[in-house]
Structure formats: C-alpha cells, structure tokens
C-alpha cells in the first residue's frame, strides 16, 4: 500500500470510529469521499469549518452534512453527489475550509 493510500485508508478506519477523522483539508476530504465510494459507502456526518485569517474556526453550515438531509432515506449514491457538490462549491470560495467526517 502506498504511503497516499495508507493515509486514506486511516482516514476511513478513523472516519467510522466515534471520534471521526482528524481535521482535513478539501484535497484529502475528496480523496477520503473517492474512497469511501469504492467500497460501496458514503459520508454519514460532515462537520465544515470556515478557518478565518487569525486562525480561528467557525462551523459552517452550508457546507457540513449533519446526518441525512432530506425526508426519509437517500441512497448512498445521492449522499455521495451531494457531499461532491458541496465540496466543489467550497473549493469555489477565497477562503479555507477543514472537515471532520464520520462514516
């Protein structure tokens, strides 16, 4: 296993632990998404914190996923192109964003 996908794969072990992942960045937030899509499972929480220029971090709202965001059951794949799409729209924005994701 290569040194990249060993920090994934920790990544993904971490993500279904209680504690969730570490902080992340959107590089390695997609990478860990890929991931988690090959083997059939998506993101279940996803905590996203705007970083501001003195270091401190703010929850974000728009761009976290806080269980299932619509009425009844969505399935994995539709998490997925959801989660893409948020993250497609913060790396869009002049600001830093890092995120804490449980699977």
Same mark, same amino acid.
Not at 14 to 42: P, V
């Given at each position: 296993?290569?040194?990249?996908?060993?920090?994934? @794969?920790?990544?993904?072990?971490?993500? +279904?632990?209680?504690?969730?992942?570490?902080?992340?960045?959107?590089? =390695?937030? %997609? *990478?860990?998404? =890929?991931?988690?899509?090959?083997?059939? %499972?998506?993101?279940?929480?996803?905590?996203?914190?705007?970083?501001?220029? =003195?270091?401190?971090? +703010?929850?974000?709202? =728009?761009? *976290?996923?806080?269980?299932?965001? *619509?009425?009844?059951?969505?399935? *994995?794949? @539709?998490?997925?192109?959801?989660?893409? +799409?948020?993250?497609?729209?913060?790396?869009?924005?002049?600001?830093?964003?890092?995120?804490?994701?449980?699977?």
């Amino acid at each position: 296993m290569n040194d990249s996908l060993a920090v994934v @794969d920790a990544n993904f072990q971490m993500a +279904q632990s209680g504690t969730g992942t570490g902080y992340l960045n959107i590089e =390695d937030t %997609r *990478s860990l998404l =890929d991931f988690t899509a090959g083997k059939g %499972r998506t993101f279940h929480t996803v905590e996203a914190f705007l970083i501001h220029e =003195d270091g401190g971090m +703010q929850l974000d709202l =728009d761009y *976290s996923l806080l269980g299932l965001e *619509s009425e009844g059951e969505m399935l *994995s794949e @539709d998490i997925t192109a959801l989660y893409y +799409q948020k993250l497609a729209a913060a790396e869009a924005l002049p600001v830093e964003y890092l995120f804490k994701i449980w699977i």
